[in-house]
């Protein structure tokens, strides 16, 4: 890529800059100097769903994961370690889990077609459609796919809260909260899908660590 096809976005970023500076000349020192933010965001990696500019936080006050269709996979030692920063260093006291309707990534899923290695990351998606086919196939094309979008989202926070690393957090007492919201693209809005947990209690046994 020539260096020239790039050019706007820097002047784009001395505006920003600039009028960041213009509204609060201590934000950058303030920023450079620590960041503490209460939240992490595992989003997906779509272009259209920017963590801060949708929950209105500036740069420093949420932490952010993202990765195609929002998954949080136990062998994923990238997703992992972003939790446990987060979690152990940063000390947030929320995690969201947050998908979006008309995913890409979970539409792919939902059918037949090969796009390489993307294909074996979105299996635990199939996995999913799989586990609620009988209420999947009752529904048309557009509401399966919102629905599998929700279903999606309430997996990964499960899958979250699963880890060792929340385990931990919870048994150590840590004041910590796994929650899971989807956007909507089409209007720009979030919505709660109620699975938000923050007792090992609301988990399933199996996953409880032992102290």
Not at 13 to 29: G, I, K, Y
Not at 96 to 108: E, K, N
Not at 189 to 200: G, I, Q, R
Request: charge should be neutral; hydrophobic fraction near 40%.
């Amino acid at each position: 890529m020539k260096a020239e096809t790039i050019a706007p976005l820097f002047a784009n970023n001395r505006a920003w800059a600039a009028s960041m500076t213009a509204r609060d000349p201590e934000f950058f020192l303030r920023l450079s100097r620590q960041q503490a933010p209460q939240y992490l965001w595992i989003g997906c990696a779509d272009s259209r769903v920017p963590a801060n500019e949708i929950v209105g936080l500036l740069p420093g006050e949420i932490f952010v994961h993202r990765n195609v269709a929002n998954i949080v996979f136990h062998a994923d030692l990238n997703c992992l370690s972003v939790l446990q920063y987060a979690v152990e260093v940063l000390r947030v006291r929320h995690i969201i889990v947050c998908g979006h309707y008309g995913c890409g990534g979970v539409a792919h899923a939902m059918g037949h077609g090969e796009l390489g290695l993307i294909d074996n990351w979105l299996r635990c998606i199939k996995d999913l459609y799989l586990q609620h086919a009988n209420e999947l196939d009752r529904l048309d094309e557009a509401s399966r796919l919102r629905r599998l979008c929700e279903l999606n989202v309430r997996q990964q926070v499960a899958n979250t809260c699963h880890t060792t690393i929340v385990q931990k957090a919870w048994a150590n007492g840590q004041e910590l909260t796994v929650h899971g919201l989807i956007y909507d693209i089409r209007d720009g809005l979030l919505h709660d899908l109620e699975v938000s947990t923050n007792d090992p209690r609301q988990v399933p046994s199996i996953y409880r660590l032992q102290r």
